[in-house]
């Protein structure tokens, strides 16, 4: 049985909407347009890559901009895709967009795999996930250290040797399996800003789970293996690392 809602929820990005009501839920937060309109001029003067960064832009529009950023109020699914895009996507695209030198900096890969991975989990926890969802400012400070442990660990990566870059992204390629599995066979929905927002979308708050846990599970950790198995072909084949950082 699903317990009640403790409270009403105001999720960033406004209450969660129904299908019909989903393309015109556009986020125009001025602050949040200006902030990326910031990062764009950034990230034109310090990167060697204009196409990586254009990718960033354009993604981070689509996740708190586009209608996505709605649904995202309403499935915990689009929550997590969310944050994967974000922590495997958007991290690994800035950090390679930079140039080496800009990457300086402190800490050790471990240190790095440790707090990314203690992050993504912690964002996880029901009660702390909640709390996210009724405050704009636990919301973008989950939304940022996300962001900034996932560039911490993408740019040790990208710092490391090739053997230990292998094993790191192997970590985290296990890591976000088993986080996705506990989401997955969880016996009772766990997410409570949800209980009462997926029906509308032909889920169960359960099956709405379901399928985060298996996005979390399947295509997250695939993104990972799929960047080990490319140093590690690199390696292997005796190419300079370099000419992929």
Known sequence: ?????????????????????LFARWNLDSLLLLALAGAAVVLSRTSRRPVLSAAVIAIALLLFVSPFCALSSALFSARV????????????LVVYALPLEKLR??????????????????????????????????????????????????GAVRRASAPSAVAALLFSTVQMGLLGALITFAGAPLYVPHYFTTMAWGYSPLEDQQ????????????????????????????????AIA
């Not at 944050?83 to 991290?91: K, P």
């Not at 979390?216 to 080990?228: E, H, K, R, V």
């Open 105 to 154: 900096w402190p800490g050790s890969l471990l240190m790095w795999t440790g707090l990314q991975t203690l992050t993504f989990w912690a964002w996880h926890a029901p009660t702390v996930y909640a709390a996210a969802l009724s405050s704009d400012l636990v919301y973008w400070t989950m939304q940022l250290t996300l962001l900034s442990t996932a560039m911490g660990f993408w």
């Open 81 to 92: 895709a969310h944050h994967v895009v974000l922590a495997a996507v958007v991290a690994p």
């Open 1 to 21: 049985m699903i317990p009640a809602v403790p409270r009403a929820w105001a999720p960033y990005c406004g209450a969660a909407p129904v299908p019909d009501e």
């Open 211 to 242: 399928l985060a846990g298996l996005i979390m599970w399947a295509p997250s950790a695939a993104l990972y293996l799929a960047a080990a198995l490319l140093v590690a072909g690199r390696w292997l084949t005796g190419e300079d690392r370099e």
